[in-house]
């Protein structure tokens, strides 16, 4: 289905009830955050928030992609397993062998299908360029500080236009833009992406880069910016598939890159790669901590555009789930089609769980049929595009739903030998990986829970007096044994972070029926071992997984120790530690205050005040 417009899509939001507004007047600056964290944390995403009066003219959308239902509806479906079946059907006809041709014939309306959604170049000025603003100025647009420790003002939701100096083609990327003044933002281009590539090649021109920022329209360009599309592949034309209908271009004002029409806002410019990188950051990132400041690109304005009438969409990202869980969603059901065609055919279904945060960590199911299969999946995935980023991968049999994680904890605990069935590696990581010792540089591990062997663990003779543990060990503060009694084979301790891992894991190991325990994860005392939420989402990003693990055995077990506490203590990590990103006291206050302002709903808490024990100094940065 094709939008004609943001206010289009808007609309059918509010018809199927997935829209509040909200008329009470609101802050940019940290207050519309702390609104939509508590909405956004919902069961099911909660609804999406149009805020209509702010200190600025454009009413501002937040949380619209942030359940399955709107995700579903931004594109058009009923469900999000008909865009990938669509796809699948697709590469099957064009690539399957045409013996005639008779057969070749009844290829051409799929071809012409392909044609429908190339974008198309239309002249004149876009509906996008009804105001134009030749002296342009970022302060007339709401754009939000998201969290207390941000170093400034971002745009959260752009579709960022460049063009590769060398061939022409087009990349349409997602990338964070933090203001610095009236005409100059940061271009956070990071190491991997196609964006930071165009840059090093004008860089090696000695060109300045033209570059166009597009905000809003049909909710299509907004996914297809964020879509993991191979290199030098049109994203407006994965924007055309998605609508069933061309992305109509026009051509910016200032620069000669093309736009789609019907957008609400471009912001057009360049960047100057002769020109010194600017200090640029923190950011409450999506992983749920701050990326720390660094040295990025700087954007120069040369002219804004704007509808008549236009809404300003934004996002904000933090301690999951937010509004990117579900576009991560759509990713992970849309993408597994393509990965089973051209790469995995043995792979079945893929999940990334919202506590995962996108790449720390993958569950894949495979029709296993020989001996060693999971290895050759993870060798595969790990050489792919974006999931190189990927820190932990589980691969279950074709039997297993990995979309229940009890079941798949049980599962694990059945059919994983820590000692023989982990497999660590080394590779490129994601950027935002604050636990990595180097930089963008990082371990992996998968586990492979397939069934190799009859012998299941026997959780009925595991028999442990948590007391005991904690007072023979009085770096312990707190132990979860509850999961033992529905056969999952985890314990999570909660230590203060300062104490050696590897010496607790030996005592503990010795412990009797300890050792029959598969996997034990250890996390800050501050933190709450009875959530086990909480508990992924800390794994997942605060461990370096052949850092900060231990294995140890015995004749007739193995156990695995995980050290998931934060790194700021251990004098051998030599990069600063981040802190969670939470709300601060003041704004948390102001919007209990006025909270019967803003709805009639009944008042739901601070997300913040669960993890606000987790930050250790009101900054970015971790101090001890």
């Given at each position: ?6 206010a ?13 507004r909200i008329t009470?007047?609101v802050?940019?600056?940290?207050e519309?955050t ?9 069961p ?28 579903c ?12 079946a ?8 064009i ?10 014939l009844k ?5 012409g299908?392909?044609?429908s ?5 239309k ?14 100025d ?5 754009i ?5 420790a ?31 003044d ?19 090649e004008y ?14 329209g ?5 996914y ?17 598939f ?8 026009v ?7 093309e736009v ?7 912001i ?9 990188l ?16 660094d ?7 040369t002219?804004i ?15 999951p ?12 059901k849309?993408?597994?089609?393509p990965?089973?065609?051209t ?8 999940a ?7 790449h ?26 974006q ?21 798949l904890a049980q ?14 590696s080394s ?8 636990a990595v ?8 591990m998968?586990?492979?829970?397939t ?25 312990i ?9 529905e ?9 203060n972070?300062?104490f050696?891992i ?13 050792d029959?325990?598969k ?9 709450n ?5 909480s508990?992924?989402?800390l ?6 997984p ?10 007739e077990?193995?156990?695995i120790?995980?050290?998931a506490?934060?790194?700021?203590a251990?004098?051998?990590?030599n990069?600063d530690?981040?802190?969670?990103v939470t709300m601060?006291?003041e704004?948390i ?14 008042f739901?808490e601070s ?8 930050s ?9």
């Amino acid at each position: 289905m094709a939008y004609k417009s943001l206010a289009h899509f808007i609309q059918v939001l509010e018809d199927n009830n997935e829209l509040i507004r909200i008329t009470e007047k609101v802050s940019t600056d940290l207050e519309i955050t702390e609104i939509t964290d508590r909405i956004s944390k919902l069961p099911d995403g909660g609804k999406a928030l149009l805020f209509e009066k702010t200190d600025y003219n454009f009413p501002v959308l937040i949380n619209a992609f942030g359940s399955e239902k709107r995700i579903c509806l931004s594109l058009g479906v009923d469900n999000l397993s008909q865009i990938g079946a669509e796809i699948e059907e697709l590469l099957k006809t064009i690539t399957s062998p045409k013996n005639s041709i008779f057969e070749k014939l009844k290829l051409l309306p799929e071809l012409g299908k392909i044609a429908s959604w190339m974008p198309k170049s239309k002249s004149g000025r876009g509906t996008c360029q009804q105001v134009i603003n030749k002296t342009p100025d970022l302060d007339i647009l709401p754009i939000l500080k998201c969290w207390p420790a941000d170093g400034g003002k971002f745009i959260t939701l752009p579709s960022v236009v460049t063009h590769d100096p060398k061939t022409g083609i087009r990349n349409v990327g997602m990338y964070r833009l933090q203001i610095f003044d009236k005409q100059t933002t940061g271009m956070h281009w990071h190491l991997h992406k196609t964006g930071a590539r165009h840059y090093n090649e004008y860089k090696e021109k000695g060109q300045k880069m033209p570059v166009a920022v597009c905000i809003g329209g049909d909710p299509a360009y907004t996914y297809s910016a964020t879509a993991p599309l191979p290199d030098n592949i049109d994203e407006y034309m994965l924007a055309g598939f998605l609508r069933k209908k061309k992305v109509e271009l026009v051509k910016c004002i200032t620069n000669e890159l093309e736009v789609p029409n019907d957008v609400d806002f471009v912001i057009e410019g360049y960047v100057d790669t002769n020109e010194e990188l600017a200090w640029e950051g923190p950011f409450g990132d999506h992983t749920g901590f701050y990326s720390l400041a660094d040295w990025y690109p700087k954007f120069h304005v040369t002219c804004i555009t704007h509808k008549k009438n236009a809404i300003y969409p934004t996002t904000i990202v933090g301690i999951p789930p937010q509004e990117d869980a579900y576009i991560g969603l759509a990713t992970e059901k849309i993408f597994l089609a393509p990965i089973q065609l051209t790469m995995l055919p043995e792979m079945i279904d893929m999940a990334l769980p919202f506590a995962g945060v996108a790449h720390n960590l993958t569950i894949v199911k495979i029709n296993k049929t020989f001996r060693g299969q999971a290895q050759k999946v993870m060798s595969s995935l790990w050489g792919a595009g974006q999931m190189m980023f990927n820190k932990t991968l589980i691969v279950a049999d074709k039997d297993v739903n990995i979309n229940n994680y009890t079941e798949l904890a049980q599962t694990i605990s059945q059919n994983v030998n820590p000692a023989t069935d982990i497999f660590f590696s080394s590779g490129p990581s994601d950027v935002l990986d604050h636990a990595v010792q180097e930089f963008a540089y990082g371990s992996k591990m998968c586990i492979d829970l397939t069934n190799k062997k009859d012998t299941k663990l026997n959780f009925t003779k595991i028999d442990i007096d948590k007391q005991t543990v904690i007072n023979e060990n009085t770096e312990i503060a707190e132990i979860n044994l509850s999961l033992l009694k529905e056969n999952i084979s985890i314990a999570i301790i909660s230590i203060n972070p300062s104490f050696n891992i590897e010496n607790l894991a030996n005592k503990l190991h010795k412990i009797k029926n300890f050792d029959k325990i598969k996997f034990i994860f250890f996390i800050d005392d501050v933190a709450n071992v009875n959530d086990i939420f909480s508990t992924t989402w800390l794994v997942g990003n605060n461990i370096d997984p052949i850092r900060d693990t231990v294995i140890k055995t015995n004749n007739e077990s193995s156990s695995i120790f995980i050290d998931a506490t934060s790194k700021y203590a251990k004098s051998s990590f030599n990069r600063d530690w981040p802190n969670p990103v939470t709300m601060n006291t003041e704004t948390i206050e102001l919007v209990d205050q006025k909270w019967s302002d803003y709805f009639n709903l009944n008042f739901i808490e601070s997300p913040s005040i669960k993890y606000s024990k987790l930050s250790k100094a009101n900054d970015a940065i971790a101090n001890v």
